[in-house]
């Protein structure tokens, strides 16, 4: 809810943005509110992911993306995501958020989000984004006919692949008891 005014401000603008293809990068000009900011006064950790999901839903509407899911029934939801810093983006600092489709695979679509200033990295993040219609996950078939085949070039990396497994927690079909117990404490 942190960014209530500003999304439905993004999808406003992003509606009157020229159209763009699902499988080419999106780039929104941003700069560093104060609502952005920690006592730091730089972009506070967890407000990256909530920030690149403004991208992601520019992406989704400049395609067409997000107005074919909605007439489907389907939503996007997060299923794992991650992130690395290089540099910290500061108070009323302008960058970019840099955002594309990385690859997808039987289990969702994975986007490659970039804070970029003055030419350079600030934060990359890799989300991956599960569609569900129903309560149940609607199948990389059905996506791809919805969205059409991706550019033969788009091929998902391998460490994709391995975060995917290393990371994957049972299916919510199955048991997923809390038990700190065997885990080591320092």
Same mark, same amino acid.
Request: hydrophobic share 40%.
């Given at each position: 809810?942190?960014?209530?005014?500003?999304?439905?401000?993004?999808?406003?603008? #992003? @509606?009157?943005?020229?159209? /763009? #293809? @699902?499988?080419?990068?999106? /780039?929104v000009p941003m700069r560093v509110w104060p609502t952005d900011v920690d006592v730091a006064l730089h972009i506070n950790n967890g407000?990256?992911?909530?920030?690149m999901d403004l991208g992601r839903i520019d992406l989704m509407l400049r395609a067409k993306a997000w107005q074919r899911t909605l007439r489907r029934g389907w939503s996007m939801v997060v299923a794992r995501e991650t992130i690395t810093f290089r540099k910290?983006?500061?108070?009323?600092?302008?960058?970019?958020?840099?955002t594309r489709i990385a690859g997808i695979d039987e289990r969702a679509m994975y986007f490659e989000?970039?804070?970029?200033a003055d030419g350079e990295i600030y934060a990359t993040a890799t989300v991956a984004v599960r569609f569900v219609a129903k309560g149940a996950s609607v199948s990389p078939e059905q996506v791809l006919a919805e969205f059409g085949t991706p550019p033969a070039g788009l091929v998902l990396p391998e460490w994709i692949h391995q975060w995917r497994m290393d990371t994957a927690l049972p299916s919510t079909r199955r048991p997923a008891?809390?038990?700190?117990?065997?885990?080591?404490?320092p």
């Open positions: 809810m942190h960014l209530f005014i500003r999304t439905f401000f993004h999808i406003f603008v #992003s @509606l009157r943005r020229p159209r /763009t #293809s @699902l499988w080419s990068e999106s /780039t407000m990256y992911f909530s920030l910290s983006l500061k108070l009323w600092q302008r960058y970019s958020m840099e989000q970039r804070m970029v008891p809390h038990d700190w117990a065997g885990t080591p404490t």
